[in-house]
T-cell receptor, first 113, second 114 residues
Framework: GAGVSQSPSNKVTEKGKDVELRCDPI?????LYWYRQRLGQGLEFLIY????????KSGLPSDRFSAERTGESVSTLTIQRTQQEDSAVYLC???????????FGPGTRLLVL | AQSVTQLGSHVSVSEGALVLLRCNYS??????LFWYVQYPNQGLQLLLK??????LVKGINGFEAEFKKSETSFHLTKPSAHMSDAAEYFC????????????FGKGTKLTVNP
């Protein structure tokens, strides 16, 4: 594909509901990253995947957050029992391999009411 | 552990004036350093990166940054601001040889006045 794509672009949900955010990386990119950007803050690392290696989940803020990736393709970030503090822009990035430039998608703007 | 401090959450310059956005980092190992730009409602775009080659790094859109180890700084500059440079700028660090996750500063919003 031309770039990293994410869906939905905007999501409004009620507190307590589960949400799924999708990321399509650039074709052929083996590394995929999720970040969270809260209003007025920098990006916080959440998780990254590299090929078939175990993902680095060290940035996930709680056990309500999880992510999956099938092979070297699509990734889904799931937030269970959403809370208002989960409201943020969730950004996905991919790179051709680790230590290479990360290319970012446009993000999913999540609002939890 | 790595951290990034961007001095000034908002910077305002006149069109044609020098742009200087400050970034200081902390890293226990030699770092890779990055500047990203984010236009409204868009994802981040890489401006430039330092990966241990020349300390003066040139990027897109006329931006450049200089890695100064003694000052632990990686300030972003552009000699002459253009209206289209108005955006938010993020400095980021990642350690070499370790985890590849980027640690970002809180960002600096640049306003360019006509």
């Amino acid at each position: 594909g031309a770039g990293v794509s994410q869906s939905p672009s905007n999501k409004v949900t009620e507190k307590g509901k589960d949400v799924e955010l999708r990321c399509d990386p650039i074709s052929g990119h083996t590394a995929l990253y999720w970040y969270r950007q809260r209003l007025g803050q920098g990006l916080e690392f959440l998780i990254y995947f590299q090929g078939n290696s175990a993902p680095d989940k060290s940035g996930l803020p709680s056990d309500r957050f999880s992510a999956e990736r099938t092979g070297e393709s699509v990734s889904t970030l799931t937030i269970q029992r959403t809370q208002q503090e989960d409201s943020a822009v969730y950004l996905c990035a991919s790179s051709s391999q680790l230590r290479e430039t990360q290319y970012f998608g446009p993000g999913t703007r999540l609002l939890v009411l | 552990a790595q951290s990034v401090t961007q001095l000034g959450s908002h910077v305002s310059v006149s069109e044609g004036a020098l742009v200087l956005l400050r970034c200081n980092y902390s890293s226990s190992v030699p770092p890779y350093l990055f500047w990203y730009v984010q236009y409204p409602n868009q994802g981040l775009q890489l401006l430039l990166k330092y990966t241990s080659a020349a300390t003066l790094v040139k990027g897109i859109n006329g931006f450049e940054a200089e890695f100064k180890k003694s000052e632990t700084s990686f300030h972003l500059t552009k000699p002459s601001a253009h209206m289209s440079d108005a955006a938010e700028y993020f400095c980021a660090v990642s350690p070499r040889g370790g985890s590849e996750k980027l640690v970002f500063g809180k960002g600096t919003k640049l306003t360019v006045n006509p």
